[in-house]
């Protein structure tokens, strides 16, 4: 048993060293792992009845395991393109993007091919792949799979109401605002989340889940104006040394923007942070409720003496075993501050 995994964890080290060098360099981590577990929880608590006891008795799953994408990437190639879009590479600038893109998979790549779609992101499709998933979990009474495919889902929403995760500007590279994007995303939440108000509403049946994930990003890429031009109008208001602190992280001191910096730039976007984060929350759990109706609406009253099975541990453990060895993401590093 210990040569076998010593046997997988050579390979799998020996194939990260070769594939490494040739994978495009795109983050995957959006909202932190702060925001991510906020919004899978609070999502909880926008389910009706019928599977509120359900989702409360595994709340902690679905938290914990809300940022497993993040750390897949770690792993799987294949994972980045999954959490983002770069819609705006598809046309030059000024114009729509979203109507050269095709929402529909098949037409899409016909017009742009599958390896292009996949070098600038795939989200708005594969919330419908994991939604299917989920359906079938509902369908078949798979308690392991349900949470498993709740928890996932649940990421790539939320991934989709960023909206730096719709553009090639992604970090403010391109505009002279590099760290835009952990600003934006983890920075904010992290210091005033705790402010937000999360009364959000029931969720509600979600007929179309394509167009929904499709209107996400539409939603999301529309905000980047404000995204960028608040940021730049406070830069120049404030001098350097009110922008930035320094703070303690681990063994070390890290340079993070200051509260107040972080709380004019807030205001100045209109709380457009905890609305994005909102939106996620009651998008989260409406897919949630949708695949329950959709999978035949069970009983889960039924499914509660049941809990994740031995077979998805080990998978979880082997998840984090490989990203424990490599510790190096498979597409763009994440953006630090």
């Given at each position: 048993m210990?040569?076998?995994?010593?046997?997988?964890?050579i390979?799998f080290?020996a194939?990260?060293?070769?594939i490494?060098?040739?994978l495009?360099?795109r983050d995957a981590?959006?909202?932190?792992f702060?925001?991510?577990?906020?919004?899978?929880?609070?999502?909880?608590?926008?389910?009706?009845?019928?599977?509120f006891?359900?989702?409360?008795r595994?709340i902690?799953?679905?938290?914990?395991h809300?940022?497993?994408?993040?750390?897949?990437?770690?792993a799987?190639a294949?994972e980045?393109p999954?959490h983002y879009?770069d819609i705006d590479h598809?046309?030059?600038?000024?114009?729509d993007?979203f109507?050269?893109?095709?929402e529909n998979?098949?037409?899409?790549?016909q017009?742009f091919?599958?390896?292009t779609?996949?070098?600038?992101?795939?989200v708005?499709?594969y919330?419908p792949?994991?939604?299917?998933?989920?359906?079938?979990?509902?369908?078949r009474?798979d308690?392991?799979?349900?949470?498993?495919?709740?928890?996932e889902?649940g990421?790539?929403i939320a991934d989709?109401?960023?909206?730096?995760h719709?553009?090639?500007?992604?970090?403010?590279d391109m505009?002279g605002?590099h760290?835009i994007?952990a600003?934006w995303?983890?920075r904010?939440?992290?210091?005033?989340?705790e402010n937000?108000?999360h009364f959000?509403?029931r969720?509600?049946?979600i007929?179309d889940p394509?167009?929904?994930?499709?209107n996400s990003?539409?939603?999301?890429h529309?905000?980047?104006?404000t995204?960028?031009?608040?940021?730049?109008?406070l830069?120049a208001?404030?001098p350097?040394s009110?922008k930035?602190?320094?703070?303690?992280?681990?063994?070390g001191s890290?340079q993070?923007y200051s509260?107040?910096?972080a709380?004019?730039?807030?205001?100045?976007?209109?709380?457009m942070?905890?609305r994005?984060m909102n939106d996620a929350?009651?998008?989260v759990g409406?897919?949630?409720?949708?695949?329950?109706?959709d999978?035949?609406q069970?009983d889960l009253?039924h499914f509660?003496?049941?809990?994740v099975?031995?077979?998805l541990?080990?998978?979880?453990k082997?998840?984090?075993?490989?990203?424990?060895m490599?510790?190096?993401?498979?597409g763009?590093?994440?953006p630090?501050e």
């Amino acid at each position: 048993m210990k040569r076998t995994l010593l046997l997988r964890t050579i390979c799998f080290a020996a194939a990260l060293a070769v594939i490494w060098p040739f994978l495009m360099q795109r983050d995957a981590e959006a909202w932190g792992f702060y925001g991510h577990r906020r919004i899978n929880r609070m999502a909880v608590f926008t389910l009706p009845p019928a599977m509120f006891g359900f989702y409360k008795r595994h709340i902690d799953y679905v938290t914990d395991h809300s940022t497993d994408p993040d750390s897949r990437r770690y792993a799987v190639a294949d994972e980045a393109p999954r959490h983002y879009i770069d819609i705006d590479h598809y046309v030059p600038a000024g114009e729509d993007p979203f109507k050269e893109v095709p929402e529909n998979w098949d037409l899409a790549v016909q017009k742009f091919t599958e390896d292009t779609l996949q070098a600038y992101g795939i989200v708005p499709w594969y919330i419908p792949v994991v939604y299917k998933r989920l359906v079938r979990a509902f369908t078949r009474g798979d308690v392991s799979r349900i949470l498993y495919y709740s928890a996932e889902i649940g990421h790539y929403i939320a991934d989709s109401h960023v909206p730096l995760h719709t553009t090639e500007n992604y970090n403010g590279d391109m505009t002279g605002q590099h760290g835009i994007h952990a600003f934006w995303e983890s920075r904010i939440p992290e210091l005033n989340a705790e402010n937000y108000d999360h009364f959000v509403g029931r969720a509600h049946y979600i007929s179309d889940p394509l167009k929904f994930a499709w209107n996400s990003v539409i939603t999301s890429h529309a905000a980047l104006d404000t995204v960028f031009g608040m940021e730049k109008e406070l830069q120049a208001q404030f001098p350097e040394s009110e922008k930035y602190v320094y703070e303690q992280r681990g063994r070390g001191s890290v340079q993070l923007y200051s509260k107040e910096f972080a709380k004019a730039y807030e205001d100045a976007m209109g709380g457009m942070v905890e609305r994005r984060m909102n939106d996620a929350i009651i998008a989260v759990g409406s897919f949630w409720y949708s695949a329950w109706v959709d999978g035949g609406q069970p009983d889960l009253d039924h499914f509660e003496e049941k809990d994740v099975s031995d077979s998805l541990k080990q998978v979880l453990k082997a998840e984090e075993e490989q990203w424990k060895m490599s510790r190096k993401a498979l597409g763009r590093p994440e953006p630090k501050e």
